[in-house]
Each structure stands twice: as C-alpha cells, then as structure tokens.
C-alpha cells in the first residue's frame, strides 16, 4: 500500500508466485484469516499427485514458498469430466469443505498453525451427467454449511440463507414457511452464482411481521341442550363475537333439525374469524333422544326438568292440560330479555305459586325471541308453541 505514492500497487518481486504446480482446478483454492488477525493463510488442494492441502503463509514479509502440508483423506480422480468444487472456509477460520464430483471431504482448520484435518465425508448418489456438488458456501456465524448442485448445462445455483430476527432459519431454498410471533423481523441473505456479480451477496429489506392474536370466541346455549328427534327444529344462538357459523350433525342455516341429526350425542360447533382472518371455535353437545311414544291422556314427563304434565286429546289434536311451568323465575317487575335464561314470572313472585298453576311469560321469552309460527319455543322437545292454524 505504500507504492504508487500511498495508492497502492502489487509489488514487483512478490508477484507470478506460482505457489503449486500439482492442482489442475483454480477452483480448488481459497483463502484465511489468520489467528493473529494480521497474517492471511492460501490453502490449495492438491489433485495431480499427493493429494494433500498445502497452507502458504501471507505476512507483511512476503508469500511464504514453504508451505505447511496436511494429508487428505480424498484424492479426487479425474475422471475425463472431472468436476471440483469451489473449497471454502467457513467466516470463523475452523472449518474447511473441499467438494470434488459426487464427494465432499469435511475438515477442520487451524488458524493459527495452516493444519487441515479431514473429518468425514459424505456423498451424492451419482455425478455423472447428473448432480454433483458443485456449489458450496457456510453461513455466516459458521454453523450451517449449504451444498448446492451444479449439471452439465450448468445452471444456477445461488444460496438463500433466511434470518429471523438476525438468527439464522430455513433451509437453503427461494421460499421460507415458519410460524411467525408478532414483531419478528425476517431478512434473506441472497448469494449468487453468476460470475462479475456486484453487492453478491444481498440482504434484502427486513419484513416485519404483524401477528394477530386469535379472537375470544364463546358458545353459551341460548337453546335445549336436551330435545327428541321429533322435535321441531332449533334456532342456535349463543355464539360471541356474532357473525360466526354454527356446524355439525343435523345443523343447517343456523338451525339444528333433530330429525336430519339422529339419535345419540352430537357436537354443534361455532366458528368465528375476525378481520385478520384468525379463526377460533367453541363446542357444545346436544343430547338427542328418539321420539317420545305418547297415548293422548297419559302424563309427559319433560326430559329437561323432569316436571310432568296432564294432556288431552282435543279433535284430532293432543294438548298440554296445564299450563307450562319451565325456566328460572325472575320479579315480575322485571322484563324478560333475550339474553340465553328462560325466564318465567310467578304468581305474586312465589315460585310454590308456578308449582301449581303454571308459570307466565311474554310472548317473546315463550317463542324464544323467534317468530317464526309453529315452533317449538319453550315448550317441551317433541310438543310447539300453538299457532293460528292449530
């Protein structure tokens, strides 16, 4: 650096060194650090003859020509379409890869003394006409090494290493799927493997990610949890946040048809999805039971509470003969709400009063907040809330 007026030059007696005459591959050549953090080591591969790696010295004092020898535990043979790899270094100096045809010889490296000691290698499943490794590079805290193949038509082979909040993730491929926590920061690391490239490699912008958290959903029965399967069908109600789906055996447009269900246990699902399009659900079960054989006269028993009641035959028509008595009373100075309680006032507020004549309700809280005519409403499962044709 202090030739050409401080600009810097190469200097003319360290210069056409021709620091090995056995290694047909420019490729098989790469360069170190160091321990020292001043000196540089060129560690070359020899291919023709011993096979060995040799470490030249680079220090303020010029290219040493005695290089520090170390065996290889892989020659590589050339083959008439022999195809070496590029020999890499990992950024800490402790690792070295050598790559040649369908092997891959993976060494240790000491900065401080130019040693190479293999430690294993490894293999593709055949290289001729075909992959091979050709391709090589570590990450940058040294702890992933990413092969990848070169062919005969030589085609790209370019390395993405994918970073999570500066921590090193994915695998070595042009897309990257990973369940994000909110506030990640995801950048990739882009290598190329075209030749006079510029800024190789590129990190690219960080991507924030905006994780939303998955909405509260609950599911309270606004509805009978116990019904027949000759019961009228049912409106399902009780999902929060509104807006969601009901599912499962028997349900259809909001409603749940004992008939379409069948008998036994059925698990009625609600769904939400907000805004962000997180989704969450919430179960229940509804029992349901075959249908109730009745001889018009005979006492009901209701499968809900188990309170019984007289009916009558009328025409054609069997009728309850008293007065429903179904719910959680409630002050008959307060009004009954939509709000999933069946609520029922009592005479003079005694509840011993609806033991004996019935309860009394508005017409809303006994058809359950559905006008729909014939239905079921607070009536036991199996009987309806009488409409204009009965």
């Given at each position: 650096m202090r030739l050409d007026g401080g600009l810097g030059d190469i200097d003319p007696a360290q210069k056409n060194i021709q620091l090995q005459a056995?290694?047909?591959?420019?490729?098989?050549?790469?360069?170190?650090?160091?321990?020292?953090?001043?000196?540089?080591?060129?560690?070359?591969?020899?291919?023709?003859?011993?096979?060995?790696?040799?470490a030249f010295l680079v220090s303020p004092s010029g290219i040493s020509t005695t290089p520090v020898v170390s065996p290889s535990n892989f020659k590589g043979?050339?083959?008439?379409?022999?195809?070496?790899?590029?020999?890499?270094?990992?950024?800490?100096?402790?690792?070295?890869?050598?790559?040649?045809?369908?092997?891959?010889?993976?060494?240790?490296?000491n900065s401080a003394t130019g040693m190479v000691t293999p430690l294993f290698l490894f293999y593709t499943a055949s290289w001729f006409f075909a992959a091979v490794w050709h391709y090589m590079d570590f990450s940058e805290d040294s702890r992933y090494l990413y092969c990848s193949t070169g062919d005969w038509s030589w085609?790209?082979?370019?390395?993405?290493?994918?970073?999570?909040?500066?921590g090193n993730a994915g695998m070595n491929s042009n897309s990257f799927t990973y369940t994000p926590?909110?506030?990640?920061?995801?950048?990739?690391?882009?290598?190329?493997?075209?030749?006079?490239t510029s800024g190789n490699p590129a990190t690219s912008n960080g991507i924030t990610m905006t994780v939303s958290g998955s909405p509260l959903v609950t599911f309270t029965p606004c509805?009978?949890?116990?019904?027949?399967?000759?019961?009228?069908?049912?409106?399902l109600k009780g999902g929060i946040p509104l807006g969601g789906t009901y599912s499962g055996p028997g349900v259809s447009n909001g409603y749940f048809y004992p008939s379409l269900a069948g008998t036994g246990t059925k698990t009625i699902t609600y769904s939400y999805t907000n805004a962000a399009l997180c989704s969450a659900s919430k179960q229940l079960l509804i029992i349901n039971?075959?249908?109730?054989?009745?001889?018009?006269?005979?006492?009901?028993?209701?499968?809900?509470?188990?309170?019984?009641y007289a009916t009558v035959q009328i025409g054609a028509q069997c009728w309850m003969a008293e007065n429903l008595n179904y719910g959680?009373?409630?002050?008959?100075?307060s009004h009954q709400r939509d709000n999933c309680l069946s609520e029922k006032y009592c005479y003079q507020d005694l509840s011993a009063k609806c033991n004996v004549q019935g309860a009394n309700y508005q017409w809303d809280e006994l058809m359950r907040y559905d006008d729909t005519p014939g239905l079921q409403g607070l009536c036991p499962p199996g009987w309806h809330v009488p409409d204009e044709a009965d």
């Amino acid at each position: 650096m202090r030739l050409d007026g401080g600009l810097g030059d190469i200097d003319p007696a360290q210069k056409n060194i021709q620091l090995q005459a056995n290694n047909a591959f420019p490729q098989l050549m790469t360069s170190a650090r160091h321990k020292n953090n001043r000196d540089a080591w060129i560690i070359v591969k020899s291919t023709l003859t011993s096979g060995n790696f040799e470490a030249f010295l680079v220090s303020p004092s010029g290219i040493s020509t005695t290089p520090v020898v170390s065996p290889s535990n892989f020659k590589g043979n050339l083959y008439p379409y022999a195809n070496p790899g590029n020999m890499r270094i990992s950024p800490d100096g402790t690792r070295l890869v050598y790559p040649f045809n369908d092997t891959v010889s993976f060494c240790s490296f000491n900065s401080a003394t130019g040693m190479v000691t293999p430690l294993f290698l490894f293999y593709t499943a055949s290289w001729f006409f075909a992959a091979v490794w050709h391709y090589m590079d570590f990450s940058e805290d040294s702890r992933y090494l990413y092969c990848s193949t070169g062919d005969w038509s030589w085609n790209s082979s370019d390395i993405y290493q994918w970073k999570v909040n500066a921590g090193n993730a994915g695998m070595n491929s042009n897309s990257f799927t990973y369940t994000p926590l909110n506030g990640d920061v995801v950048t990739c690391i882009y290598t190329s493997s075209a030749l006079c490239t510029s800024g190789n490699p590129a990190t690219s912008n960080g991507i924030t990610m905006t994780v939303s958290g998955s909405p509260l959903v609950t599911f309270t029965p606004c509805f009978d949890t116990i019904t027949r399967i000759n019961a009228k069908p049912i409106k399902l109600k009780g999902g929060i946040p509104l807006g969601g789906t009901y599912s499962g055996p028997g349900v259809s447009n909001g409603y749940f048809y004992p008939s379409l269900a069948g008998t036994g246990t059925k698990t009625i699902t609600y769904s939400y999805t907000n805004a962000a399009l997180c989704s969450a659900s919430k179960q229940l079960l509804i029992i349901n039971y075959s249908s109730l054989i009745l001889n018009c006269g005979q006492p009901i028993t209701d499968i809900r509470d188990g309170k019984i009641y007289a009916t009558v035959q009328i025409g054609a028509q069997c009728w309850m003969a008293e007065n429903l008595n179904y719910g959680t009373m409630i002050s008959s100075s307060s009004h009954q709400r939509d709000n999933c309680l069946s609520e029922k006032y009592c005479y003079q507020d005694l509840s011993a009063k609806c033991n004996v004549q019935g309860a009394n309700y508005q017409w809303d809280e006994l058809m359950r907040y559905d006008d729909t005519p014939g239905l079921q409403g607070l009536c036991p499962p199996g009987w309806h809330v009488p409409d204009e044709a009965d």
